[in-house]
């Protein structure tokens, strides 16, 4: 055998092709990986391996790898097949691979995709107990002139105790952005169908899924097929012109944020041909918000069979050409029919959702001369179909919960004289609904109002802590922080701490003594409230017996074998005053998250979060109408 000093590899640029071709095809991460998965296919690989440094700065020492298990390349493979651009492997060696895959290659230049986010390219390959590593460096690529020949850098050629595959080590990475994994692995999912026990492909140890969302609508359904439409495995088959396609589109509940994923794809051979995209649907079509719900695929292998429809970076099909036309068409009268099904289905859905026992109750409750208007209001906001069951009932809560008050009563009215097939009128009516939320908050602001005078009436009459502060704390825990709202009482924590430091629960319940604490939770989250009576001072006691019940709770949590007891356990104690004496106890304890709060400076926060309502109040409604209704400043200044 020739040593590695004497034999060389030779890069031909065949078929008239410069230098250049193909390399700006593959510029994104997503495309030039996903050619690299294409090719580990044709070698009839069974398993992919990606490693990619996602979501970080790209630095010199950066390396993006693909491997596979597939049949890999002799040296002379290397030479006469891999490194000869524009060569059609179809046409010279079939339709099929050796392990009878079809074929995803066509054009012979997607070995130059790792140079679309690479500067240097390493491949490393394995066949029959030989391996071939080279090297190829774009930089002197592009110093050779046109139908010149360029040398890769060889870096091994011998024997070896190896199964097949081949590796591709991308270095000099050419991306400016750090690469989102979450993305990264959404956009590749719809860019292949051909995963499956045969042929898997992992994205640093994760599988790459067939593409899949959630959706709340979905074609083609029961009508489809008593409709006459053949129905495969969940997909839609029919025939387009003389070629036979299959196709699914689907609708999510709520618009799906990625740009990338929205429309329909069409695939050939299982492999993405032409990037989602409505067929050029143009304004006018009934349901065209739901744009930014639909995703679907189209299976088109005839684009991809007798003559290559494709354009050369699979983003794109050739659509002037007789062949494909007719799918166009047909893919732009789907788009339009599949719009208008999802509309009627998402009415169905809204209206279906307000039959609700609580809200017709509700309704029934309401005065004669306002019902009726409230029951057509809501039947006509279930009619927009951009609004979910969820928003649908939401707004449904508030009209009822409001409709006393004479703007919402007048919001109710244009909502029932607009016309229905003027949808984008009606929407903009409540899809734009900062009237009636804003309303909404000046109700609730007004009952917080209530709440802040009952506050400061307790502290001045000092009551006791016991029941009075309690109970208040216990309802309205955003006096103590507003965030706290989303917080409940548990008394599950409290039995705990009442079994290690007080009395039995028993004695508690026939009122022969009450805990000065008490506990909320939400989530893994859990607080533990220490409450003193207006005007007394906490000392050392108070504050030592505040440190015992939170650390105590966080070590029952720490030795617990059920996951819902694992919580993270925080503290506050409540008083007038703290002992002066006590001040570096207290920043002990603050460093270990118990916190010490005094009641004046509640008060004052509360009429703070009050007048900052009020303010939001003044600036959702420029001509001050609702502020007036809403504000008390005298009361609030009283209390």
């Given at each position: ?66 491997k ?17 651009l ?27 995709a ?44 011998r ?19 750090s ?29 790459l899924q ?18 006459g439409i ?133 309704i ?93 009436k ?36 409290d ?24 506990c ?12 003193k ?21 966080r ?40 916190y ?44």
């Amino acid at each position: 055998m020739a040593t590695t000093e004497s034999k060389k590899l030779t890069m031909k640029f065949a078929g008239g092709l410069v230098k250049h071709l193909g390399l700006q095809m593959y510029s994104g991460a997503v495309p030039a990986i996903a050619e690299l998965i294409a090719n580990s296919w044709d070698a009839d690989s069974e398993k992919v391996e990606i490693e990619f440094p996602f979501d970080k700065p790209f630095t010199s020492a950066s390396r993006i790898i693909v491997k596979d298990s597939g049949s890999g390349m002799t040296f002379d493979e290397c030479d006469e097949k891999y490194l000869v651009l524009g060569r059609d492997r179809r046409s010279i060696e079939g339709d099929k691979t050796a392990g009878g895959r079809r074929l995803l290659g066509h054009k012979g230049i997607g070995k130059l995709a790792g140079f679309g986010i690479a500067n240097v390219v390493t491949v490393r390959t394995v066949k029959n107990g030989q391996v071939t590593t080279f090297k190829m460096d774009y930089d002197e690529i592009e110093k050779k002139q046109f139908g010149g020949e360029y040398n890769p850098v060889i870096l091994e050629n011998r024997t070896i105790d190896e199964g097949n595959g081949t590796e591709i080590i991308l270095e000099n990475i050419k991306l400016r952005r750090s690469v989102s994994e979450k993305q990264f692995y959404e956009s590749m999912r719809r860019r292949f169908a051909l995963t499956s026990d045969k042929f898997k492909v992992f994205v640093n140890g994760k599988e790459l899924q067939k593409f899949d969302v959630d959706l709340q609508f979905r074609f083609p359904n029961n009508d489809d097929e008593k409709n006459g439409i053949k129905v495969q495995n969940g997909w839609a088959v029919e025939k387009v012109g003389d070629n036979e396609i299959k196709w699914w589109i689907g609708f999510t509940q709520s618009p799906i944020p990625d740009e990338e994923l929205i429309g329909i794809s069409i695939l050939t051979r299982g492999k993405l041909a032409q990037t989602p995209w409505f067929f050029d649907l143009a304004g006018g079509t009934t349901g065209q918000l739901g744009m930014r719900y639909m995703v679907g695929e189209i299976q088109a292998d005839f684009l991809d069979d007798k003559e290559d429809l494709i354009t050369t970076d699979r983003a794109g099909i050739l659509w002037s050409h007789p062949v494909a036309e007719p799918l166009k068409i047909w893919g732009l009268e789907k788009i339009r029919q599949s719009l208008s099904r999802w509309v009627k289905l998402r009415e169905a859905a809204n209206l279906k959702e307000l039959d609700d026992d609580e809200l017709n109750e509700q309704i029934a409750g309401l005065p004669d001369d306002i019902r009726q208007h409230a029951a057509a209001a809501l039947k006509k906001i279930a009619q927009i179909p951009s609004l979910n069951e969820k928003q649908v009932v939401s707004l449904a809560e508030i009209v009822l919960d409001g409709i006393q008050n004479k703007h919402i009563l007048n919001l109710i009215h244009q909502i029932n004289t607009a016309d229905i097939e003027d949808r984008k009128k009606l929407f903009q009516l409540v899809s734009d609904w900062a009237l009636m939320d804003t309303i909404l908050m000046g109700i609730a602001v007004k009952g917080r109002l209530e709440v802040i005078k009952k506050f400061a009436k307790l502290l001045k009459e000092k009551v006791k802590e016991k029941p009075d502060m309690h109970n208040l704390l216990k309802k309205d825990l955003w006096l103590m922080d507003p965030a706290w709202d989303q917080f409940r009482y548990e008394h599950e924590l409290d039995r705990l701490l009442v079994e290690e430091f007080h009395a039995s629960e028993s004695d508690i319940r026939e009122g022969r003594r009450m805990p000065d604490f008490f506990c909320i939770t939400s989530g893994t989250q859990a607080k533990v409230i220490e409450i003193k009576r207006p005007g007394d001072t906490a000392g050392k006691k108070e504050l030592q017996q505040i440190s015992d019940y939170v650390h105590f709770l966080r070590e029952y949590s720490h030795n617990t074998t059920d996951p819902q007891n694992n919580i993270d356990v925080e503290g506050t104690l409540i008083a007038s005053k703290i002992d002066s004496r006590q001040s570096e106890f207290v920043k002990t304890l603050r460093a270990s998250r118990i916190y010490v709060m005094d009641w004046d400076t509640l008060l004052r926060r509360a009429k703070s979060l009050y007048k900052n309502y009020l303010d939001l109040i003044v600036q959702r409604n420029p001509d001050g109408s609702l502020a007036k209704e809403f504000s008390d400043t005298e009361d609030l200044d009283g209390a």
